[in-house]
């Protein structure tokens, strides 16, 4: 394949809005890349309406790769403070210009590129490659979540998640956990001059949110490559009007864990604090948690890793640093997966991720083409 038709690809899949949603339509443009070949088989999973997840299937028997990447990105945002329109990709100075661009369908067609390539050459694959394209890995990994559960990485013996690294020299093989939680509260109004004729919502939220702050305390590890735990209340609502005591109230926080903790033991301390502030028959708080993952803790020393850095080395003379991510990814959901393997975040990107303008090197898109030929080949002939 020319350089012109990898690059058309990458544009392709930029033209296709899948802000949040809408990963059908790029599913859709994966299917009809493949179907032409009857080598291939290709399976699709519905998450919802306009919402599916692919899988694209080479080769069969063990050893088995998966490449994978989700289909969605963020919003767009204000389109008139884009240089130009992002699902309109733009080649500037070296620089491709897109929503998604950096994450990460440039990432997501760089596999699809290299796996279309190995099916047109037409020689057989000593093994299993599959490549898995997800739903909603930017508000909550549940695409990654349904397909593990549907045991599509079940069996597998490497996994490369093609999630943006700085200047595709860095190899992430660890990663915080996150737990995102709402608590509520239940009070009853009343004039704020007569205030012991009501429950004040807003104090008893309070009270949790003193005690949360002192128990998150206890939490003092700190891992050598992801650092600390981090808590943060992120958003506070509650009341109608200055003048009357609040009926409702919420907050909701952030906690990012690292791998020495598993989140249940934040649940339990959570879910304690609720239990015994609502033995206060004037306390009603109810708890609820969004999209909770675990802290991948992954080894820098991994096969997986090695490989990875010598086919890197060979190609570009340098080896990749193995580092850990502060965000959760869909490293988290895999790892659930029936079977024994490692996994690495490495993809093409940049720090524009989410932003206006996003935009990916050209040069690093086919880099990772080329870095993923090497290891595929050096993949499936070691010993």
Same mark, same amino acid.
């Not at 949040?20 to 493949?34: K, R, T």
């Not at 289909?71 to 008139?80: R, S």
């Not at 690294?165 to 915080?176: D, L, P, R, V």
């Not at 935009?359 to 010993?383: L, W």
């Given at each position: 394949?020319?350089?012109?038709?990898?690059?058309?690809?990458?544009?392709?899949?930029?033209?296709?809005?899948? $802000?949040?949603?809408?990963?059908?339509?790029?599913?859709?443009?994966?299917?009809?890349?493949?179907?032409?070949?009857?080598?291939?088989?290709?399976?699709?999973?519905?998450? %919802?309406?306009?919402?599916?997840?692919?899988?694209?299937?080479?080769?069969?028997?063990?050893?088995?790769?998966?490449?994978?990447?989700?289909?969605?990105?963020?919003?767009?945002?204000?389109?008139?403070?884009?240089?130009?329109?992002?699902?309109?990709?733009?080649?500037?100075?070296?620089?491709? !210009?897109?929503?998604?661009?950096?994450?990460?369908?440039?990432?997501?067609?760089?596999?699809?590129?290299?796996?279309?390539?190995?099916?047109?050459?037409?020689?057989?694959?000593?093994?299993?490659?599959?490549?898995?394209?997800?739903?909603? $890995?930017?508000?909550? $990994? @549940?695409?990654?979540?349904?397909?593990?559960?549907?045991?599509?990485?079940?069996? %597998?013996?490497?996994?490369?998640?093609?999630?943006?690294?700085?200047?595709?020299?860095?190899?992430? !093989?660890?990663?915080?956990?996150?737990?995102?939680?709402?608590?509520?509260?239940?009070?009853?109004?009343?004039?704020?001059?007569?205030?012991?004729?009501?429950?004040?919502?807003? #104090?008893?939220?309070?009270?949790?949110?003193?005690?949360?702050?002192?128990?998150?305390?206890?939490?003092?590890?700190?891992?050598?490559?992801?650092?600390?735990?981090?808590?943060?209340?992120?958003?506070?609502?509650?009341?109608?009007?200055?003048?009357?005591?609040?009926?409702?109230?919420?907050?909701?926080?952030?906690?990012?864990?690292?791998?020495?903790?598993?989140?249940?033991?934040?649940? #339990?301390?959570?879910?304690?604090?609720?239990?015994?502030?609502?033995?206060?028959?004037?306390?009603?708080?109810?708890?609820? @948690?969004?999209?909770?993952?675990?802290?991948?803790?992954?080894?820098?020393?991994?096969?997986?890793?090695?490989? %990875?850095?010598?086919? !890197?080395?060979?190609?570009?003379?340098?080896?990749?640093?193995?580092?850990?991510?502060?965000?959760?990814?869909?490293?988290?959901?895999?790892?659930?997966?029936?079977? #024994?393997?490692?996994?690495?975040?490495?993809?093409?990107?940049?720090?524009?991720?989410?932003?206006?303008?996003?935009?990916?090197?050209?040069? #690093?898109?086919?880099?990772?083409?080329?870095? !993923?030929?090497?290891?595929?080949?050096?993949?499936?002939?070691?010993?």
């Amino acid at each position: 394949m020319k350089p012109t038709q990898q690059l058309q690809i990458l544009k392709d899949i930029i033209g296709i809005p899948s $802000e949040n949603q809408n990963e059908a339509a790029v599913a859709d443009y994966i299917e009809q890349l493949f179907t032409p070949f009857s080598n291939v088989q290709i399976d699709r999973l519905t998450y %919802a309406p306009g919402r599916d997840n692919i899988m694209v299937t080479v080769g069969n028997g063990q050893p088995t790769l998966v490449l994978t990447g989700h289909m969605d990105t963020v919003k767009a945002g204000d389109l008139k403070k884009w240089t130009s329109d992002p699902f309109q990709a733009e080649v500037r100075n070296g620089k491709l !210009y897109g929503r998604g661009a950096s994450d990460m369908k440039s990432g997501l067609a760089a596999i699809i590129v290299t796996l279309l390539e190995i099916v047109q050459s037409g020689k057989p694959v000593t093994g299993t490659i599959k490549l898995i394209g997800t739903v909603g $890995e930017e508000t909550g $990994e @549940y695409g990654a979540a349904q397909v593990t559960k549907a045991g599509w990485l079940d069996g %597998a013996d490497a996994v490369i998640i093609a999630e943006p690294n700085s200047g595709f020299h860095e190899i992430t !093989y660890t990663a915080k956990g996150v737990i995102d939680y709402r608590v509520t509260s239940k009070g009853k109004s009343a004039h704020s001059a007569r205030p012991h004729l009501g429950i004040n919502a807003i #104090d008893k939220l309070l009270l949790f949110y003193q005690r949360m702050q002192t128990a998150m305390q206890q939490f003092d590890q700190v891992d050598p490559v992801l650092g600390e735990v981090v808590h943060n209340v992120t958003l506070i609502k509650g009341g109608e009007q200055v003048n009357t005591i609040p009926e409702d109230a919420s907050l909701m926080g952030n906690i990012r864990t690292i791998p020495i903790y598993p989140n249940q033991m934040f649940y #339990d301390v959570i879910e304690g604090l609720i239990e015994d502030l609502n033995q206060d028959p004037t306390t009603d708080l109810k708890l609820e @948690y969004s999209f909770p993952e675990e802290a991948v803790p992954g080894r820098s020393d991994s096969p997986l890793m090695k490989l %990875a850095q010598t086919v !890197y080395e060979d190609l570009f003379g340098f080896i990749p640093e193995p580092v850990g991510a502060v965000s959760a990814n869909e490293a988290a959901e895999f790892v659930h997966a029936q079977g #024994d393997f490692d996994i690495i975040d490495f993809g093409p990107g940049s720090e524009t991720s989410h932003a206006i303008d996003e935009y990916v090197p050209v040069s #690093d898109y086919q880099k990772a083409i080329a870095f !993923y030929h090497a290891f595929i080949q050096a993949f499936f002939t070691k010993e």
